[in-house]
């Protein structure tokens, strides 16, 4: 039988099949149907969930032409860089000769707004017959969201329920800053060295995020709050085989990021860690206490290549990573389920610059990459839209959010930096 894993060379991620022998597929074994599974559901098909369920479900035919996407715009400057990635996705299409049926569907506040509900029934449907979604972000400023009941405020009452519709438990947030923009990091050169290349995968669908909550008052009339962070091992062990495939076809380095001195959820996900590793022999485990990696981020980033973490410390340490690139417009972010993958920037809606055309699309464009890759297996184009996107930058050009202005500063808009990535794209 073969085998479809996933090749991680460098700052560039390649899908090449693989036998389970470990020999590369002949191009018609690559071919074969298996083969032809996107390459999101490939990975996840075949190492979390077992394979004939997922072979009846998930089977395309890669020579159909059409792909439908579903376009969530999301709220603040949300449909600010959705539009400059309707723009690239657009253009790959033309060059490509694909077709991807585009449809826009409302989500997040402004959807509460509209429709009562920020993730009405219509985008479920929407999101359901698409081959992939793209999503931008949701969310108001502190003060505007006390506009919405909590539980239907659009990160409880969207956002989490796209993640647990589609079981979307593997979030691959990849911090790259190739050497020719490492001047947008707030590191030093020296720390910097060659360039920030890591991938963050943390697990999206568990934990404290998905637990059980208790609100109420004590018999002393205090108020209280529990919440519980919660695995299981099979939850972990779906994502820990994510995480050593990836590291494999990597640097054959993982970190594992815990708090086992702490948290007993800790201890079972370090127990089920070292019971995966024993399949994966050739990547070499590194365990570190979630506090000590915050620092090591900003201190070392060079010694990291893939970090697997559950739910809330990869929201945490995700954002750092962010901060080490000198920008949260430079994160995009995959979220695959077995059956389904959306992707999204890691950021928020950036309520403090939305409507200003200064959003910096990188990471909604970067989003696109990643779904042409993960969802559709067009790694090529997708390593041309990087490379487009660092082009942009490298010829001096940059966003407000990455620089002051100066003299040695060509600053660009939203819209600015995805014509320049349109034209440098034309070009590849
Ligand atoms: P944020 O990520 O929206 O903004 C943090 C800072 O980063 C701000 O200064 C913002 O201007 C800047 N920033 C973010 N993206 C940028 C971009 N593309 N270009 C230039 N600058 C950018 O975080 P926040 O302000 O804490 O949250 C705002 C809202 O976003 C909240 O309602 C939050 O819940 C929501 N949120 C949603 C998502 C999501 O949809 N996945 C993710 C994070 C936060
Ligand atoms: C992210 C966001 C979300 C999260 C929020 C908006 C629910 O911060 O995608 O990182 O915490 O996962
Ligand atoms: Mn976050």
């Known amino acids: ?256 990021i815990h708090k086992s001195n702490v948290l007993k959820s800790s201890v079972l996900w370090n127990e089920v860690m070292e019971e995966v590793s024993r399949d994966f022999p050739e990547v070499e485990v590194k365990h570190i206490l979630v506090d000590a990696a915050a620092t090591y981020l900003c201190l070392d980033p060079a010694q990291f290549d893939v970090m697997v973490m559950e739910n809330m410390f990869g929201d945490i340490l995700s954002d750092q990573g962010g901060g080490i690139l000198g920008s949260l417009g430079l994160m995009p972010s995959a979220c695959i389920g077995p059956e389904k993958a959306y992707y999204e920037p890691s950021h928020g809606s950036a309520p403090d610059i939305a409507g200003q055309k200064i959003a910096n699309p990188y990471s909604m464009i970067g989003s696109v990459a990643m779904m042409m890759e993960m969802s559709f297996g067009m790694d090529g184009e997708a390593r041309n839209v990087w490379q487009a996107m660092q082009s942009v930058f490298a010829q001096g050009f940059s966003t407000p959010d990455l620089s002051k202005p100066g003299a040695d500063v060509n600053m660009i808009s939203t819209d600015g930096f995805g014509d320049l990535v349109a034209q440098e794209l034309s070009k590849l």
Do not use: W
């Open 1 to 256: 039988m073969s085998d479809c894993r996933y090749h991680g060379a460098g700052s560039t991620r390649l899908v090449t099949p693989v036998l389970s022998s470990g020999l590369k597929a002949t191009p018609k074994q690559a071919s074969s149907k298996n083969c032809r599974l996107p390459f999101a559901s490939r990975v996840l098909h075949y190492r979390a969930n077992g394979f004939l369920h997922y072979r009846k479900r998930l089977i395309k035919d890669r020579g159909m032409s059409t792909h439908k996407i579903a376009l969530l715009d999301g709220d603040g400057i949300g449909p600010e860089i959705m539009a400059e990635a309707v723009k690239i996705l657009n253009l790959v299409a033309e060059r490509n000769r694909v077709n991807f049926e585009l449809k826009s569907g409302a989500f997040g506040a402004t959807a509460y707004f509209s429709h009562g509900d920020a993730f009405p029934e219509e985008t479920k449907a929407l999101c359901d017959s698409a081959d992939a979604i793209l999503k931008g972000p949701i969310g108001l400023s502190h003060e505007e969201s006390k506009k919405i009941p909590v539980d239907m405020q659009p990160e409880r009452g969207a956002l989490l329920p796209l993640r647990r519709r589609y079981d979307t438990f593997a979030n691959f947030r990849p911090v790259r800053l190739p050497k020719n923009i490492a001047h947008f990091s707030p590191l030093k050169a020296e720390v910097i060295g060659d360039g920030i290349d890591f991938i963050i995968i943390r697990e999206l669908v568990g934990g404290l995020y998905f637990g059980n909550k208790k609100i109420g008052v004590t018999a002393e009339g205090k108020r209280f709050v529990t919440e519980s962070l919660e695995y299981n091992e099979d939850q972990i062990s779906r994502i820990a085989r994510v995480a050593f495939e990836t590291a494999q076809k990597r640097k054959g380095v993982l970190h594992n």
